[in-house]
């Protein structure tokens, strides 16, 4: 919409169709607008990041302006209790949450830094970078370490005088089918783990909040005071891929998950909140 040239990515295929589909529905009736290109990317493949790379970096306008912005917001969430876990399940996680972005940043290093004014990563982490759920172990360690790594870029690029800023944009939840998808997995898991010591515990929480979804009206899933809009998280991303000088991390928060955060200093925090949500 701002008129940039976009070059996105994402494992499925299909999801990238649609938003192409989206993207020109838009510009067909609003001038200005800017370019999409998509690409199909395994981020927890390393040779398919290079290759992608590759194809980056050989465009006529990278070779002459270098890049402007890159955005990591890819994410997968995988289920499991953290002492029994599936050593193949945290390698995909972790590659997909954080070894991609990780990379990224490394294979457009050059490009980022070559215009004349340096160029912004923005780095989407989570609510769940600062707090750990229950049973989403890998999920919050690529967070918590997608947060140390990008705080490690901006005090380097800092001692070295680089022209590359560094943001973490921070969403509570969000009015998506992301965080809602979980509960099928969750299911899938306990069925597929019926002797762990931590399944049946997993098992009632997971239950409890299937029946809070199928309850809850599409009025109160879009409740602001209870969830983020995508639009919000977006505008946020947004701001801090143009901002000369972004903050180290920016906050997108209901009302609901604002309270959260200074409740997590405290034990009552775990004997509660966690016991019933």
């Known amino acids: 919409r701002r008129g940039w040239r976009v070059?996105?990515?994402?494992?499925?295929?299909?999801?990238?169709?649609?938003?192409?589909?989206?993207?020109?529905?838009?510009?067909?009736?609003?001038?200005?607008?800017?370019?999409?290109?998509?690409?199909t990317v395994d981020l927890s493949n390393e040779a398919a990041c290079e290759a992608f790379a590759e194809q980056v970096l050989a465009d006529e306008?990278?070779?002459?302006?270098?890049?402007?912005?890159?955005?990591?917001?890819?994410?997968?969430?995988?289920?499991?209790?953290?002492?029994?876990?599936?050593?193949?399940?945290?390698?995909?996680?972790?590659?997909?949450?954080?070894?991609?972005?990780?990379?990224?940043?490394?294979l457009f290093r050059d490009a980022l830094l070559q215009g004349p004014n340096g160029g912004n990563i923005v780095n989407v982490s989570s609510f769940s970078g600062t707090v750990a759920w229950p049973f989403q172990f890998a999920y919050a360690a690529s967070k918590f370490g997608m947060e140390g790594f990008s705080d490690s870029i901006r005090r380097e690029v800092t001692l070295a005088k680089l022209p590359l800023r560094i943001a973490l944009v921070k969403p509570g939840g969000i009015a998506t089918p992301f965080a809602f998808n979980q509960i099928e997995a969750s299911l899938k898991w306990a069925g597929e783990h019926p002797d762990d010591p931590f399944a049946s515990s997993f098992e009632a929480k997971v239950h409890r909040q299937a029946k809070a979804?199928?309850?809850?009206?599409?009025?109160?899933?879009?409740?602001?005071?209870?969830?983020?809009?995508?639009?919000?998280?977006?505008?946020?991303?947004?701001?801090?891929?143009?901002?000369?000088?972004?903050?180290?991390?920016?906050?997108?928060?209901?009302?609901?998950?604002?309270?959260?955060?200074?409740?997590?200093?405290?034990?009552?925090?775990?004997?509660?909140?966690?016991?019933?949500?």
């Open 7 to 39: 070059m996105a990515i994402d494992v499925n295929t299909a999801g990238l169709q649609k938003l192409e589909e989206e993207v020109g529905s838009f510009a067909a009736d609003n001038n200005g607008f800017g370019e999409l290109q998509t690409f």
């Open 61 to 106: 306008g990278v070779k002459e302006k270098g890049l402007d912005c890159l955005v990591n917001c890819a994410a997968m969430p995988l289920i499991g209790a953290t002492l029994s876990p599936s050593i193949q399940m945290l390698n995909l996680q972790l590659g997909v949450n954080l070894g991609g972005p990780l990379r990224l940043c490394r």
């Open 213 to 277: 979804q199928r309850g809850a009206s599409e009025k109160t899933l879009n409740n602001p005071l209870l969830l983020s809009t995508a639009q919000s998280v977006a505008d946020c991303i947004y701001i801090n891929a143009v901002d000369p000088n972004p903050p180290a991390r920016e906050w997108v928060l209901s009302p609901f998950f604002k309270a959260l955060v200074p409740m997590a200093r405290y034990s009552i925090f775990n004997t509660y909140i966690f016991k019933y949500m």
